[in-house]
């Protein structure tokens, strides 16, 4: 096995490093301490089994570097391994497709777990993060809810709204939900309306402006 670890702390790498050859057999580490090390790494040795990922680095930071790594579609596993725990930036690097956040202040045993999920392809929290990664997304569904229920938008015309965010044609959204182009419109002219705009740019900034988005026709 080949793992990847980021983290600009040379004494927190060596420790790791202790911990994981007596863990993994045949185990293979290769260091970077920041962003351009990092993306370099994976020019040269794209294949790497696992990456373990500070958030607090110099430079770019390791949520900015982790949807590098991502946009690059190497699917390598990724699993956040740093002392930041708010739990806004942990569920930001869930969302960008880390598999796993893994706090620093975990005993040996504990990471090892940990890691072993994430290999396995399940997604790991410590519980407590967890529920506190869950009440955000609770937080943010009621948000939307309240939005497009202040403007008078349907549920529908709320996920074309998204849509419309997305730069999807009519033909697309009506392709997307199962619509006609017509209701489309229908459905466009009465956001339109609602929103007391006369175009798609307009439209857009102020669905931004009012927090109409989040989690607006979700992937």
């Given at each position: 096995?080949?793992?990847?670890i980021?983290?600009?702390?040379?004494?927190f790498?060596?420790g790791?490093?202790?911990?994981?050859?007596?863990?993994?057999?045949?185990?293979?580490?290769?260091?970077?301490?920041?962003?351009?090390?990092?993306?370099q790494?994976?020019?040269?040795?794209?294949?790497?089994?696992?990456?373990?990922?500070?958030?607090?680095?110099?430079g770019?930071?390791?949520?900015?570097?982790?949807?590098?790594?991502?946009?690059?579609?190497?699917?390598i596993?990724?699993?956040?391994?740093?002392?930041?725990?708010?739990?806004?930036?942990?569920?930001?690097?869930?969302?960008?497709?880390?598999?796993?956040?893994?706090?620093?202040?975990?005993?040996?045993?504990?990471?090892?777990?940990?890691?072993?999920?994430?290999?396995?392809?399940?997604?790991?929290?410590?519980e407590?993060?967890?529920?506190r990664?869950?009440?955000?997304?609770?937080?943010?569904?009621?948000?939307?809810?309240?939005?497009?229920?202040?403007?008078?938008?349907?549920?529908r015309?709320?996920?074309?709204?998204?849509?419309l965010?997305?730069?999807?044609?009519?033909?697309?959204?009506?392709?997307?939900?199962?619509?006609?182009?017509?209701?489309?419109?229908?459905?466009?002219?009465?956001?339109?309306?609602?929103?007391?705009?006369?175009?798609?740019?307009?439209?857009?900034?102020c669905?931004?402006?009012?927090?109409?988005?989040?989690?607006?026709?979700?992937?």
């Amino acid at each position: 096995m080949h793992i990847l670890i980021i983290d600009d702390h040379q004494l927190f790498i060596d420790g790791l490093r202790h911990v994981l050859v007596q863990a993994i057999d045949a185990l293979a580490i290769t260091e970077a301490h920041n962003a351009d090390e990092a993306l370099q790494s994976l020019e040269d040795k794209p294949d790497f089994d696992l990456i373990l990922l500070d958030l607090s680095l110099p430079g770019l930071d390791g949520i900015d570097l982790l949807k590098a790594i991502m946009s690059r579609k190497l699917w390598i596993p990724i699993a956040v391994l740093s002392a930041q725990e708010d739990v806004r930036i942990i569920k930001q690097a869930i969302d960008a497709g880390a598999l796993g956040f893994i706090p620093k202040s975990h005993n040996s045993l504990s990471l090892t777990n940990a890691l072993k999920k994430i290999l396995n392809g399940e997604i790991y929290l410590p519980e407590e993060l967890r529920q506190r990664v869950a009440k955000i997304s609770h937080q943010r569904a009621e948000e939307s809810t309240a939005g497009f229920s202040r403007y008078s938008l349907t549920r529908r015309q709320f996920e074309v709204l998204g849509l419309l965010a997305k730069g999807y044609s009519n033909k697309d959204i009506a392709k997307s939900l199962y619509l006609t182009e017509n209701t489309v419109k229908s459905h466009i002219s009465a956001i339109f309306q609602a929103l007391e705009v006369s175009n798609r740019i307009a439209c857009i900034r102020c669905a931004e402006e009012n927090g109409l988005l989040i989690g607006a026709a979700a992937d």
